[in-house]
């Protein structure tokens, strides 16, 4: 065993299901893992540190080594890309990203416009289509964009379908499954592979 080792995990939806996953491997979280707005909890019993950050930040704590390890949605992994090891696919909060708009519609014939919230996976995507676009960042509600004219195509999340179906949009193309992944710092690898080892070798076992 080498020393404390602090894991970044994403607030929102994928917490309740990684949390479950390391129960599942038999590490005993506390309570306060359902139910509590601390940021920053510390499991003695475990030698772990858990700090809560936005799930589009987490790869940025691994990457600067505040934190050694963490969980990422692949979406957040491709959009950002990080200087970070991924160790694991933790099959967890599956989704995938994909082009939709509205239904029987054509993109338009110059610059036509992608709303997105993954601006460099969705210019990444349209380049190897080889066509030309403008992307628009939006921070939410994406589905909104193409109702009143901001955008031809949105790239965005689909899970159920039911955001799509229910603003009756369409999906056109999918551009990746999405699950959640376990991230490493390089540096806290070498270091601390040990205890990483296990980590890995105990959620391997429940996944
Ligand atoms: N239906 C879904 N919509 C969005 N993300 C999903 C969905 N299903 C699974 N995910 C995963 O969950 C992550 C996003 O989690 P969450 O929705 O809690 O945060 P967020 O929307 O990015 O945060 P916020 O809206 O607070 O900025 C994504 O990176 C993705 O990997
Ligand atoms: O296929 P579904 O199951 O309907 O899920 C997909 C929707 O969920 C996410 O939005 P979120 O709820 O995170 O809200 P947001 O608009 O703030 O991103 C995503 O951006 C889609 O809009």
Redesign the pocket.
Known sequence: MNGQLTIAMPKG?IFTEAVELLRNAGFNLPPEFDDSRKLIIDVEEENFRFILAKPMDVATYVEHGVADLGIAGKDVLLEEERDVYELLDLKISG?YLAVAGLPDTKMNDVAPKIAT?YPNIAAAYFREQGEQVEIIKL?????LAPLIGLADRIV?????????KENGLVEYETITNVTSRLIVNPVSYRIKDERISELIKRLDKVI
């Open positions: 939806r989704c919230k921070n939410g509600s994406i589905e965005d999340i689909v899970s159920t379908g039911r955001t799509l």
